[in-house]
């Protein structure tokens, strides 16, 4: 980001950006909130392996008998911590000499948001990438009967033996337009408690949290993903970290936010994508 001169960077304090920026950041982010979060701050290396063990089945316990080991067929999946973002700008003395405390909230509110937006879109281009990897996990969905494809995918979901909890859907802008005509979508037993809505959330279908996330697409793109949280796993290995350096060369204050993480999708088997 350019520099920011009395003209373009008026009324600015930078002081207090951290908390902010943070808030911001948590307050846009959609996709990371619904899948596997694993926190590996403050640890080293850059891949870290993810067990995915097998759907195995209880075994009866016999009285005065050993337990039935489960046999270990988890398959081990690398997630790299390989993404390294930030979103940085330059105050010069003048500018934050004449600066205002209510002015300050546009910056962090732009830092915050161009992260958690980087977070989600990487994570929508994992899910994007699944149908990819099983082939059946892509629905057709008719622009007239989204009820119907979310049926279908429902149903995949449950032959592939995907656990019922915690399964969500992101939505495009105009998918969520076309949900809105949908009967099911906009009855109230449907929709749910009527509660203001956070972090993208539109409402309730058949038991999930409709999502909306311009991250999936825009313009007249019809697109949905209905998966299931253990998908997809995000680690991350900084979270927002805020930082302030006086640069005397150019009397200014140089300030910077980034983030530093992976992700990958560990259960493609639960991911249906929807696309009309």
Known sequence: MANMTVTTAAKFIPKLWSDEVIATYKGNLVAANLVRNLNHTGKKGDTIHIPTPGRNAASAKVANTAVTLVV??????????????EWSTQIEDIAELQALNSM??????DAGYALAKNIDSALITDLDGAAALTG?????????????SLLIAIENLNDGDVPVNDRAIIVTPSCMTALMSTAR??????????????????????GMEVYMSTQVG?????????????????????????????????LADLFTADTVYGSKVVRAGSIQELTS
């Open 72 to 85: 270990d067929t988890a398959v081990h999946t690398d997630i790299v911590i390989n993404k390294h973002f």
């Open 185 to 206: 979508f906009t009855e109230q037993a449907f929709i749910g408690d009527g509660k203001a809505i956070k972090n993208g959330k539109i409402g309730m279908i058949y």
């Open 136 to 148: 059946g996990n892509a629905v057709i969905a008719s622009v007239t009967n989204w009820d119907a």
């Open 104 to 109: 300050r909230r546009f910056y962090t509110d």
């Open 218 to 250: 825009t313009g007249n793109t019809e697109k949905a993903f209905m998966f299931q949280k253990d998908a997809l796993v995000l680690a991350t290995q900084q979270s927002v970290r805020t930082q302030t350096q006086y640069v005397q060369s150019q």
